[in-house]
């Protein structure tokens, strides 16, 4: 069974750092890219940022770009969001998810998300 | 960046009866070569994850009941939902990934029964 789990979620003050953490489980890690995605408190679907099967291509939505990076560990099986200069607009719950890519790049699985909370 | 609109924001639907959910891409999805629209249909109930429906905007995921189909080509899709059931209230979103980045959703159409 896939499982997709984050953590890292927290209340944090604007400026602040975060890193966001997902355990991905019951799949060959290496073979998928992995996405994170947001929701805002009553609000729709924001895609943020994409990494490639070994890493060496990353893409950022330009809401976040220069802000955020993201990484994967294959060896561990876990995907990463760094967050620096985190602004209240951010605050949202925080989805990491799989896919294929290009015409496979719609998304199967879902973690159950982590909430960041970016208030003073 | 391709713009996503679904149409109505809303819907209140009896139960038994027929919802369609409207999307609409500022641009084309469809990939020639292939003959696929690179667009995705999705389900969220409250406080869970997106729950995903309809890919290259007719192929129904696996488990997902034959009361779900969706249509369309180009610009112009629809999710419908033959009969509704209790079940089926929630928020439903339409994706596009065939110019990414950005991927982009639909702002989303809440549906409710009647």
Request: charged share 15%; proline share 4%.
């Amino acid at each position: 069974e896939v499982q997709l789990v984050e953590s890292g979620g927290n209340l944090v003050q604007p400026g602040g750092s975060l890193r966001l953490s997902c355990a991905a489980s019951g799949f060959t890690f290496t073979n998928y890219w992995m996405h994170w995605l947001r929701q805002a408190p009553g609000k729709g679907l924001e895609w943020v940022s994409r990494i490639n099967t070994d890493g060496t291509s990353t893409t950022y939505a330009d809401s976040v770009k220069g802000r955020f990076t993201i990484s994967r560990d294959n060896a561990k099986n876990t995907l990463y969001l760094q967050m620096n200069s985190l602004r209240v607009e951010d605050t949202a719950v925080y989805y990491c998810t799989r896919s294929g890519s290009l015409e496979w790049l719609f998304y199967r699985h879902w973690g159950q998300g982590t909430l960041v909370t970016v208030s003073s | 960046d391709i713009v996503m609109t679904q149409s109505p924001d809303s819907l209140a639907v009896s139960l038994g009866e027929r919802a369609t959910i409207n999307c609409k891409s500022s641009q084309s999805v469809l990939y020639s070569s292939q003959n696929k629209n690179y667009l995705a249909w999705y389900q969220q109930k409250p406080g869970q994850p997106p729950k995903l429906l309809i890919y290259w905007a007719s192929t129904r995921e696996s488990g997902v009941p034959d009361r779900f189909s969706g249509s369309g080509s180009g610009t112009d899709f629809t999710l419908t939902i033959s009969s509704l059931q209790a079940e089926d209230v929630a928020v439903y979103y339409c994706q596009q990934h065939y110019s990414t980045p950005p991927i982009t959703f639909g702002q989303g159409t809440r549906l409710e029964i009647k």
